[in-house]
């Protein structure tokens, strides 16, 4: 059965940068399989933040971490990342990493339907 596994997440000030990492296993990230962010805050819906398309590398960000966020992929470490800078209080949730196999469009790529695996979450805590 894949999985995939987070790393990275932490407590950090305001301001402050994290490097989350996402590892999968017994899944091959290729070009056939697209990955994404999502987080999820206490009371809240799951949201998406970044999707990377395994087909041609094209990135969609959620507005909300545009400029700030930057997702990335190393398919030979079978693993993907997503930096975040300039972090604020409203990005404190946990984040979860998602591979699906496919091509989302930019319409579709926020749905949580659009990805057959999913890991089991690392929280980020922005405070002073």
């Known amino acids: 059965q894949p999985q995939l596994g987070e790393s990275g997440g932490g407590l950090v000030r305001p301001g402050g940068s994290l490097r989350l990492s996402c590892v999968a296993s017994?899944?091959?990230?290729?070009?056939?399989?697209?990955t994404a962010w999502f987080r999820q805050a206490p009371g809240k819906e799951r949201e998406a933040v970044s999707c990377?398309?395994?087909?041609?590398?094209?990135?969609y960000y959620d507005d909300s971490v545009k400029g700030r966020f930057t997702i990335s992929r190393d398919n030979a470490k079978n693993t993907v990342y997503l930096q975040m800078n300039s972090l604020e209080p409203e990005d404190s949730a946990v984040y979860y990493c998602?591979?699906?196999?496919?091509?989302?469009?930019?319409?579709?790529?926020?749905?949580?339907?659009?990805?057959?695996?999913w890991g089991r979450g690392t929280p980020v805590t922005v405070s002073s």
């Open positions: 998602a591979a699906g196999y496919g091509t989302p469009l930019k319409t579709t790529w926020r749905g949580l339907a659009q990805y057959d695996y």
């Open positions: 990377m398309i395994g087909a041609d590398g094209t990135t």
């Open positions: 017994d899944l091959i990230l290729n070009h056939y399989y697209s």
